[in-house]
């Protein structure tokens, strides 16, 4: 309204249930976008089965903390979902800093993100969730760089959006 026109009450009505001074941000539909790639697994024997895909062959163990064996050479579903987080969000974040002004470190070594997903809530209860730390590691950059980052990180990395309001997660800027 700054602009100086004239704009309708009715107009400036909130369709949406937000605030009709902020604009309304376009989602994209992933019901109807067109996919960009597609990965399969096939899992048999749910925590304590085999996981194989196209390029992906996981033995699967209950973890410790679970009550599982101590099988360092087996994996779990929350240490999968950490993995795949982490670098996802790395991803977005190489994708993103040049659109800012700003460029990431060459040097693999000098950006890193550590993800650590908590399995939370009540097993016995049936009643489960996840929590989602990430601490985000760059050399090279100043703290609000960085920061300015990973906020655009966040709106664009696909685990984060799919994760967005219903997985509690924090993420932690680090500079080395």
Do not use: W
Request: glycine share 8%; proline share 5%; charged share 25%.
């Amino acid at each position: 309204m700054a602009s100086g026109k004239f704009i309708p009450l009715a107009r400036l009505t909130c369709r949406s249930g937000r605030s009709p001074l902020f604009a309304t941000r376009r989602y994209l539909n992933t019901k109807t976008a067109p996919s960009l790639y597609a990965a399969r697994a096939h899992v048999v024997g749910a925590r304590t089965g085999h996981v194989d895909g196209e390029n992906l062959k996981v033995d699967l163990t209950m973890a410790k903390a679970l009550g599982g064996p101590d099988d360092k050479s087996k994996t779990n579903p929350e240490e999968l979902f950490a993995a795949g987080y982490g670098a996802c969000f790395q991803s977005a974040m190489n994708a993103v800093a040049p659109s800012l002004g700003l460029k990431m470190p060459k040097d693999v070594e000098d950006s890193i993100v550590e993800s650590t997903v908590h399995l939370v809530g009540s097993m016995k209860d049936l009643d489960m969730g996840l929590r989602v730390e990430l601490v985000v590691k760059v050399r090279g950059l100043d703290k609000e760089s960085l920061e300015k980052i990973v906020h655009k990180a966040r709106q664009v990395c696909p685990y984060s959006r799919a994760t967005k309001d219903n997985v509690y997660t924090v993420v932690r800027c680090e500079t080395m």
